[in-house]
């Protein structure tokens, strides 16, 4: 089942503060059905936005988050194009618990300073960003009358009758969250990551679940951060790859060169690196042999 986010907003990883170089943008609506939790929702995508027209529910967006916290946005810089980090303190948690202080997410131009939200949150570890990312899926902001209005990251969120009543302010809003987390039956908040916390290369051969050598060829998205590559694989070490694959490498990365990389897989089809140290030049011609010998090895 596709993420909700790859519909409701753009997926930092891949596309949502990158740029790229196509062009072809096509710019007609179409309308979908997509899965959100147990319901079906109908959504109508634009090249501007992705809006919800009928059938579904405010659990759904309970259920698929990882973490529900009260903040107050103390800050933010620019990370990329219409991409912010913001900084916020952390009023109450409602659901999970931030493992990263202070606490920051990712988001666009939405927030405003000293302003108090609910954030509807989802994460993913990344050895790439070095910490937690977190970003929106909803969030929730009060009017003067301390009524409650949800928004994804385009468009107001229309709730049923039933949901208006429960969650009109923050006191049954925490009642209604505490009520549907009781009854699921995973907490996201806890997933296992599959970053792996060493400097030691033998640790790092061990518990990776693919290693081998590559040569960048086309980039097709960045961002401060990340490259977006389709890699060549020139040679497998550990666990075998189709000769062509995706994979998110560090900014520095350049077509053309080769490099050692220990991988995960981070969706269907597309690879990330798994550590700090997973990625090595062959440029770095001492580590690289030292690491190569390891492998040879095995």
Request: charged share 25%.
């Given at each position: 089942?596709?993420?909700?986010?790859?519909?409701?907003?753009?997926?930092?990883?891949?596309?949502?503060?990158?740029?790229?170089?196509?062009?072809?943008?096509?710019?007609?609506?179409?309308?979908?059905?997509?899965?959100v939790?147990?319901?079906?929702a109908?959504?109508?995508?634009?090249?501007?936005?992705?809006?919800?027209?009928?059938?579904?529910?405010?659990?759904?967006?309970?259920?698929?988050?990882?973490?529900?916290?009260?903040?107050?946005?103390?800050?933010?810089?620019?990370f990329?194009?219409?991409?912010?980090?913001?900084?916020?303190?952390?009023?109450?948690?409602?659901?999970?618990?931030?493992?990263?202080?202070?606490?920051?997410?990712?988001?666009?131009?939405?927030?405003?300073?000293?302003?108090?939200?609910?954030?509807?949150?989802?994460?993913?570890?990344?050895?790439?960003?070095?910490?937690?990312?977190?970003?929106?899926?909803?969030?929730?902001?009060?009017d003067?009358?301390?009524?409650?209005?949800?928004?994804?990251?385009?468009?107001?969120?229309?709730?049923?009758?039933?949901?208006?009543?429960?969650?009109?302010?923050?006191?049954?809003?925490?009642?209604?969250?505490?009520?549907?987390?009781?009854?699921?039956?995973?907490?996201?908040?806890?997933?296992?990551?599959?970053i792996?916390?060493?400097?030691?290369?033998?640790?790092?051969?061990?518990?990776?679940?693919?290693?081998?050598?590559?040569?960048?060829?086309?980039?097709?998205?960045?961002?401060?951060?990340?490259?977006y590559?389709?890699?060549?694989?020139?040679?497998?070490?550990?666990?075998?790859?189709?000769?062509?694959?995706?994979?998110?490498?560090?900014?520095?990365?350049?077509?053309?060169?080769?490099?050692?990389?220990?991988?995960?897989?981070?969706?269907?089809?597309?690879?990330?690196?798994?550590?700090?140290?997973?990625?090595?030049?062959?440029?770095?011609?001492?580590?690289?042999?030292?690491?190569?010998?390891?492998?040879?090895?095995?």
């Open positions: 089942m596709k993420r909700l986010l790859s519909i409701l907003l753009l997926t930092l990883l891949i596309l949502t503060a990158c740029s790229t170089n196509s062009e072809d943008i096509n710019t007609s609506n179409e309308t979908y059905e997509t899965k939790g147990d319901s079906t109908v959504v109508e995508q634009s090249k501007d936005s992705a809006t919800f027209e009928s059938e579904y529910s405010l659990d759904d967006f309970v259920n698929l988050s990882s973490n529900i916290v009260k903040c107050r946005i103390e800050g933010f810089s620019e990329d194009k219409n991409i912010f980090i913001y900084e916020a303190t952390i009023i109450e948690e409602l659901k999970g618990e931030i493992i990263d202080l202070p606490f920051t997410f990712y988001a666009d131009n939405n927030y405003d300073l000293n302003k108090e939200y609910v954030l509807f949150l989802e994460f993913f570890d990344s050895a790439l960003y070095g910490h937690r990312v977190y970003k929106p899926i909803i969030f929730a902001s009060t003067e009358e301390n009524i409650f209005s949800y928004y994804t990251i385009d468009d107001k969120v229309q709730l049923s009758y039933d949901e208006e009543s429960a969650t009109a302010n923050y006191s049954s809003l925490k009642q209604f969250v505490k009520k549907v987390d009781n009854g699921l039956k995973t907490n996201k908040s806890t997933v296992e990551s599959n792996i916390y060493t400097d030691d290369f033998d640790v790092l051969i061990e518990n990776s679940d693919y290693i081998c050598q590559i040569v960048p060829v086309e980039l097709i998205a960045s961002n401060p951060v990340l490259n590559m389709k890699c060549k694989i020139t040679k497998n070490y550990k666990n075998k790859l189709k000769e062509d694959i995706l994979i998110f490498l560090p900014s520095d990365s350049k077509i053309g060169e080769e490099y050692l990389v220990f991988l995960f897989e981070s969706s269907e089809g597309v690879y990330e690196i798994n550590s700090l140290i997973s990625f090595i030049a062959k440029t770095e011609e001492k580590t690289f042999n030292k690491v190569l010998n390891k492998l040879v090895k095995q």
